[in-house]
C-alpha cells in the first residue's frame, strides 16, 4: 500500500469515529466539534500536501474537500436546530455526507474494486 493510500485509510478511520458519534444514543455536539476539527486538521495537514498518483486521486481529493465544507456548513446547521425533527433532518444529511466521504476515500485506497462495480 502506498503512502498515500495510508493517509487516506487513516483519513476514513477518522470519518468513521465522526459517523460514530453522529449515530451515537446520546448526541454530545461538543465532542462531535471536537472530532470534526481533528478531521479537517489532519486533511489539511496529512492529505492536502500528498501529490496525487493520478488526475482520478486529484479529483477525488477535490471531491473530498468540497464534502468537508459542506459538512462544516451542515454541523453549524445542526447545532442551530432547535425541534427534534430539524435535528433529525440535519443529523440525516451528515450521515449522508460521512458515507459519500467514505465512498472517496476507499475509491482510493481500492481503486481496482471501485473501478469493476462500475
Known amino acids: 500500500m502506498s ?44 492529505i492536502i500536501p500528498l501529490v496525487d498518483e493520478n488526475s482520478q486521486q486529484l479529483s477525488y481529493k477535490t471531491e473530498i474537500s468540497k464534502q468537508l465544507r459542506l459538512l462544516e456548513v451542515d454541523m453549524m446547521f445542526l447545532k442551530g436546530a432547535r425541534h427534534s425533527t430539524t435535528l433529525q433532518a440535519r443529523l440525516n444529511n451528515i450521515e449522508e455526507r460521512i458515507d459519500t466521504l467514505i465512498r472517496y476515500c476507499q475509491a482510493i485506497i481500492q481503486p481496482t474494486k471501485s473501478q469493476e462495480s462500475k
Open 3 to 46: 503512502l498515500n493510500c495510508d493517509k487516506y485509510q487513516e483519513l476514513a478511520t477518522f470519518i468513521d469515529e465522526l459517523r460514530t458519534h453522529i449515530t451515537a444514543d446520546k448526541l454530545n455536539t461538543n465532542q462531535l466539534r471536537l472530532n470534526f476539527t481533528h478531521l479537517q486538521t489532519f486533511f489539511l495537514q496529512q
